[in-house]
Antibody, heavy 114, light 112 residues
Framework: EVQLVESGGGLVKPGSSLKLSCVAS????????MHWIRQAPKKGLEWIAL????????YYADSVKGRFTISRDNSKNTLYLEMNSLRSEDTAMYYCALTDYYYWGQGVMVTVSS | DIVMTQGALPNPVPSGESASITCQSSKSLLYSDGKTYLNWYLQRPGQSPQLLIYWMSTRASGVSDRFSGSGSGTDFTLKISRVEAEDVGVYYC?????????FGSGTKLEIK
């Protein structure tokens, strides 16, 4: 059974950093690209980053470019999202998802507030 | 960026009736490979989004045949036949033709 489990969220102050993790199981993680997608409270979905299966390519939304970094460790079946210079508008539920869009994690909440 | 614009539903929809959700893209999502790069999702209350339709009209594994997708290069429709209580939630269209990947703002379905 495919599982994606996010962790690392929490309440942080503006300007601070946070690193999210997404642990994958039930499939060959090293064969799939992975997305991070977020959803602000009571709002719609926003794609923020994609990483290829071998980390050869990475793409970002303009809203996070230069502040967020997507990475992966295929030996640990884990996807990461390093978030720096956090702003109140980064407050959201963060989901990891496979590039087939069929499998999503349950999400992890990030709240940026003073 | 490709803008995705979704229409609203005349909520609530009577149980057993059909509902059609529209989505329009600011650029054609029909690529030279003949595929249309559009997905549909349902996000039930308190849950992660669930993929319903990909390539505009292909049902994802395990999705009821009451759901069907159709359209052209820029205008799309998700039809739900015989709506049921479990169909309640917010429906999103998404283009995956080019970066940044973009979603519509969502269409809420309520059942009467």
């Amino acid at each position: 059974e495919v599982q994606l489990v996010e962790s690392g969220g929490g309440l942080v102050k503006p300007g601070s950093s946070l690193k999210l993790s997404c642990v994958a199981s039930g499939f060959t993680f090293s064969s799939y690209g992975m997305h991070w997608i977020r959803q602000a409270p009571k709002k719609g979905l926003e794609w923020i980053a994609l990483i290829y299966y071998d980390s050869s390519n990475k793409y970002y939304a303009d809203s996070v470019k230069g502040r967020f970094t997507i990475s992966r460790d295929n030996s640990k079946n884990t996807l990461y999202l390093e978030m720096n210079s956090l702003r109140s508008e980064d407050t959201a539920m963060y989901y990891c998802a496979l590039t087939d869009y069929y499998y999503w994690g349950q999400g992890v909440m990030v709240t940026v507030s003073s | 960026d490709i803008v995705m614009t979704q229409g609203a539903l005349p909520n609530p929809v009577p149980s057993g009736e059909s509902a059609s959700i529209t989505c329009q893209s600011s650029k054609s999502l029909l690529y030279s490979d003949g595929k249309t790069y559009l997905n549909w999702y349902l996000q039930r209350p308190g849950q992660s989004p669930q993929l319903l339709i990909y390539w505009m009209s292909t049902r994802a594994s395990g999705v009821s045949d009451r759901f069907s997708g159709s359209g052209s290069g820029t205008d799309f429709t998700l039809k739900i036949s015989r709506v049921e209580a479990e169909d309640v939630g917010v429906y999103y269209c998404q283009q995956f033709l080019e970066f940044p990947l973009t979603f519509g703002s969502g269409t809420k379905l309520e059942i009467k």
